[in-house]
């Protein structure tokens, strides 16, 4: 099992350009999630999924979009890039929610933009 | 208003030395969990606690849950070079889910 995969690893995007974050698990979680983290700070939670065709916000989710077309996918989409929107990315994906009970979180290596 | 605050923030020991790391919170949880995280990887899980009061133990790490569950701690003994890393409490209730601000340590020879 890959687990959770992330690409691109790398970008660096230009104001005001576009770009689409892909995550992809082969491990039949329902539960995915996108976060940011800015350099020596946490995790933010940006959106997070339950299951397919259904996504919801998390704590900073302006300037973001996502969807859910099937239990492996969840991308995250830019629009309009801003240097703000420069960090790294995560993708994490689980069986339950996390917070709930015993329920880990696994998470992919990471898609470091940085906009310019 | 931060849900999980972790102190301290900054943590640089010497091999061998003990530490203890804080997750405060004013909300109750139904479970919280530690992650660490090492540089250009993202974040494992360590372990869960799910009841007030528990204790539980991985080798030289010991994880407490305070008795109203809104806290917990993380205890390391004897600290190693491979305990370097980003600690990070996580915690969620039915409308929030969240990580803590994390409390970086190095521990150096």
């Known amino acids: 099992n890959a687990g959770v995969t992330q690409t691109p690893k790398f970008r660096i995007l230009k104001i005001g350009q576009s770009m689409t974050l892909q995550c992809t698990q082969d491990?039949?979680?329902?539960?995915m999630y996108w976060y940011r983290q800015d350099p020596g700070m946490g995790l933010k939670l940006i959106y997070y999924s339950v299951g397919a065709g259904i996504t919801d916000k998390g704590e900073v989710p302006n300037g973001y979009n996502v969807s859910r077309s099937t239990t492996e996918d969840f991308p995250l989409r830019l629009e309009l890039a801003a240097p703000s929107q420069t960090s790294v990315y995560f993708c994490?994906?689980?069986?339950?929610?996390?917070?709930?009970?015993?329920?880990?979180?696994?998470f992919g290596p990471g898609t470091r933009l940085t906009v310019l | 208003t931060q849900l999980l605050e972790q102190s301290p923030q900054f943590l640089s020991i010497q091999e061998g030395e003990n530490l203890t790391v804080y997750c405060n919170s004013s909300s109750v949880f139904s479970s919280l969990q530690w992650y660490r995280q090492e540089p250009g990887e993202g974040p494992v899980l360590l372990v869960t606690v799910v009841t007030g009061g528990e204790v539980k133990k991985l080798k030289r790490l010991t994880f407490q849950f305070g008795d109203a569950r809104k806290d917990s701690s993380l205890h390391i003994t004897a600290a190693q070079t491979g305990d370097t890393g980003l600690y990070l409490c996580y915690a969620g209730t039915a409308s929030k889910l969240t990580f803590g601000t994390g409390t970086r340590l190095q521990v150096t020879l």
């Open positions: 491990m039949n979680h329902n539960y």
């Open positions: 994490a994906s689980s069986r339950g929610l996390a917070g709930g009970g015993y329920n880990e979180q696994f």
